[in-house]
């Protein structure tokens, strides 16, 4: 199972302050989608702050639903930049790796570190109407719309990957390739389109949301860090984990257990 960690309410304390984050499962479509989400205020203070987006290798279908704007994106590595300027709400689907490409049939390196406009891709869907709907209203819209969408289809190997690959990850590349049987040349093309990623980015994210899941659960002790360099280099582990989540292992077990 594949199932990404996203911990804004831990990197940052004024987000706590002034935004809920909360993620809700669907099993009718957890083959494409991981979660649907939603973001909103906890006051009407008007301020701005970051919200940390950690690199999963998924694209999500996000609606800014006081802008009116409903788009597919995702990003190759951790946004410690994402401004948001609130009250603002937001709410949208995370699609599994390899979902949007199936969804869509737009290479997923399109919405990689960019925007797709909903309305540029699925015509038949009234933008207007789905805005004029309250929050918790436009919420159930679009899972019943992505429901239907996804009905009928099978994962393909390609969004089956990630699942398949996060409880024994490749050492390295070569590793990989040899496993899915493929050249260097026709999985960087495969993962491009299916991903938007290369596949050492796809093992740096399968690894690090990996320790993720060992350091963020209940029973997690700073001990618990060195079972998870099994999964790294152990003198780039330190290095890495915070390239990718902007503080140190010590420093998330320490904060998620406040």
Same mark, same amino acid.
């Given at each position: 199972?594949?199932?990404?960690?996203?911990?804004?309410?831990?990197?940052n304390?004024?987000?706590?302050?002034? %935004?809920?984050?909360?993620?809700?499962l669907?099993?009718?479509?957890? /083959?494409?989608?991981?979660?649907?989400?939603?973001?909103?205020?906890?006051?009407?203070?008007?301020?701005?702050i970051?919200?940390?987006?950690?690199?999963?290798?998924?694209?999500?279908?996000?609606?800014?639903?006081?802008?009116?704007?409903?788009?597919?994106? &995702?990003?190759?590595?951790?946004?410690?930049?994402y401004?948001?300027?609130?009250?603002?709400?937001?709410?949208?689907?995370?699609?599994?790796?390899?979902?949007?490409?199936?969804?869509? /049939?737009?290479?997923?390196?399109?919405a990689?570190?960019?925007?797709?406009?909903?309305?540029?891709?699925?015509?038949?869907?009234?933008?207007?109407?789905?805005?004029?709907?309250?929050?918790?209203?436009?919420q159930?819209i679009?899972?019943?719309?992505?429901? /239907?969408?996804?009905? &009928?289809?099978?994962?393909?190997e390609?969004?089956?990957?990630?699942?398949?690959?996060?409880d024994?990850?490749p050492?390295?590349?070569?590793?990989?390739?040899?496993?899915?049987?493929l050249?260097?040349r026709?999985?960087?093309?495969?993962?491009a389109?299916s991903? &938007?990623?290369?596949?050492? %980015?796809?093992?740096?994210?399968l690894?690090?949301q990996?320790?993720l899941?060992?350091?963020?659960s /209940?029973?997690?002790?700073?001990?618990?860090?060195?079972?998870?360099?099994n999964?790294?280099?152990q003198?780039?582990?330190?290095k890495?984990?915070?390239?990718?989540? &902007?503080?140190?292992?010590?420093?998330?077990?320490?904060?998620?257990?406040?």
């Open positions: 199972m594949y199932y990404p960690i996203q911990l804004p309410f831990v990197l304390k004024d987000f706590t302050r002034v %935004m809920s984050y909360h993620e809700k669907v099993p009718e479509c957890s /083959e494409f989608i991981i979660c649907f989400w939603q973001m909103s205020p906890k006051t009407n203070e008007q301020t701005q970051k919200n940390v987006i950690i690199a999963d290798g998924c694209i999500d279908l996000i609606a800014d639903y006081d802008q009116k704007m409903l788009f597919f994106t &995702g990003n190759q590595k951790t946004d410690f930049e401004d948001i300027q609130t009250p603002a709400r937001f709410f949208g689907a995370r699609m599994m790796p390899g979902a949007f490409y199936q969804l869509t /049939e737009l290479p997923a390196a399109r990689m570190d960019d925007y797709v406009l909903m309305q540029d891709v699925f015509k038949d869907f009234d933008i207007e109407q789905f805005f004029s709907a309250s929050f918790d209203e436009a159930l679009l899972q019943a719309y992505l429901t /239907e969408k996804f009905e &009928g289809k099978k994962a393909n390609y969004t089956q990957l990630f699942p398949r690959l996060s024994k990850i050492q390295t590349a070569k590793e990989l390739y040899e496993h899915l049987f050249s260097p026709q999985c960087q093309r495969v993962f389109k991903f &938007g990623l290369t596949p050492k %980015m796809v093992l740096s994210i690894r690090f990996r320790c899941t060992i350091l963020t /209940e029973q997690a002790r700073p001990t618990d860090i060195l079972t998870v360099t999964y790294y280099d003198s780039h582990f330190n890495d984990f915070k390239q990718h989540l &902007g503080i140190t292992p010590l420093e998330l077990v320490s904060r998620y257990k406040e």
